[in-house]
């Protein structure tokens, strides 16, 4: 029994940072991406600086945007459906009824996480 707890003590001063599921606790360093081109194959842009980037028609989906600068970004005909968007600075963003929401409807999409308004509605009432 003292061997197991003495274990777990090593564990916690060891700054391994695991939350009780096994991700990462919110202690953890966030680790932004080394490569902020806007590509089809690069999904991961996060902490990148986008602002007010002409990124219309780009293929956002389920990509990594967490801690983002979008704003001012131009995201009218963009396929934003599943991306990750936590803490992204949004303020400004253009979308229109071609975009494609993260919430996988057509927009224009509200500035908060860029959901279509219709849920939001849908959500309040």
């Known amino acids: ?14 700054g391994l940072g695991l939350s009780a599921c096994g991700a990462t ?18 999904y991961d842009l996060a902490g990148c600086n986008l602002s007010k980037r002409n990124l219309s028609h780009d293929d956002l ?26 803490g992204a600075d949004v303020k400004g963003v253009t979308t229109n009824i071609y975009t494609i929401c993260v919430n996988a409807e057509h927009g224009p999409c509200t500035s908060g996480l860029l959901d279509s308004p219709s849920s939001s509605d849908a959500a309040n009432n």
């Open 1 to 14: 029994m003292v061997k197991k707890t003495l274990m777990v003590v090593v564990l916690l001063v060891g």
């Open 25 to 42: 606790s919110s202690v953890a360093k966030f680790v932004g991406s080394k490569n902020c081109a806007v590509t089809a194959t690069n």
């Open 61 to 86: 989906q389920s990509d990594d945007l967490r801690r983002a600068n979008l704003s001012g970004a131009n995201l009218d005909y963009a396929n934003l459906q599943g991306a990750n968007l936590k």
